[in-house]
């Protein structure tokens, strides 16, 4: 386990996950809030085999990806990620399953990851980026986090908006 909040449980996933996993990276409705292309079956691949294969160390990988499980349950309902963005900061990503949406999971999850982030991390500054057009991960990550630029994204060939929070001004 990697953390806990009310009601949600971050942790490795297995490969007992993986059709959830496939569908947390592919479903429509996720990918096109993000916006991202579909991922191929080989990106797939790899990123399912580095979540499975976590190392125990977030603070030395540049990509790290967890399941969220609601308490007690052994569904995958969601993904976590700590990242490395474009400019070598630390960054926070979040996606779940369609079903789990509107029930705050959003807002339990980014405040938990920003104080794992401060307290066990021990980061200075975290970072998420997100679609200008995302309504609600912008809802969700402005109640922590302060935006401070937007970018074209090339990759996702869409705006995006960076939030960033100092360690000093979180309470």
Same mark, same amino acid.
């Given at each position: !386990?990697?953390f806990t ?14 059709k959830?996993?496939?569908e /947390?990276?592919?479903?429509? &409705?996720?990918? $096109?809030?993000? %916006?991202q292309q579909?991922p191929?079956?080989?990106?797939i ?9 976590f190392?125990?160390?977030i603070?030395?990988? %540049? ?9 007690? &349950?052994?569904?995958l ?5 700590? /990242? ?9 990503? +979040?996606?779940?399953?369609? %079903?789990y949406?509107?029930?705050?999971y959003?807002?339990e999850?980014?405040?938990r !990851?920003?104080d794992?982030?401060?307290? &066990? ?7 998420a980026?997100?679609?200008?057009e995302?309504?609600a991960?912008?809802?969700?990550l402005?109640?922590?986090?302060? %935006?401070?630029?937007?970018?074209y994204?090339e990759y ?6 960076? +939030? $960033?929070?100092?360690k &000093?001004?979180w309470?």
């Amino acid at each position: !386990m990697i953390f806990t909040s009310e009601r949600l449980v971050v942790k490795t996933i297995t490969e007992a996950h993986k059709k959830e996993f496939v569908e /947390l990276l592919t479903a429509e &409705e996720i990918i $096109t809030a993000i %916006p991202q292309q579909r991922p191929s079956e080989e990106d797939i691949n790899v990123k399912f085999e580095k979540a499975i294969g976590f190392d125990g160390d977030i603070s030395k990988n %540049p990509l790290n990806i967890f399941g969220v499980f609601e308490e007690g &349950e052994d569904e995958l309902i969601g993904l976590v990620a700590f /990242l490395t963005n474009d400019d070598g900061d630390r960054e926070l990503g +979040y996606r779940f399953r369609k %079903p789990y949406w509107g029930k705050g999971y959003a807002t339990e999850i980014t405040k938990r !990851m920003i104080d794992y982030s401060f307290s &066990e991390l021990k980061l200075d500054k975290i970072t998420a980026d997100v679609w200008v057009e995302n309504v609600a991960s912008n809802k969700v990550l402005s109640k922590f986090l302060k %935006p401070t630029k937007e970018f074209y994204n090339e990759y996702d060939n869409c705006t995006d908006r960076r +939030y $960033t929070l100092l360690k &000093e001004d979180w309470n």
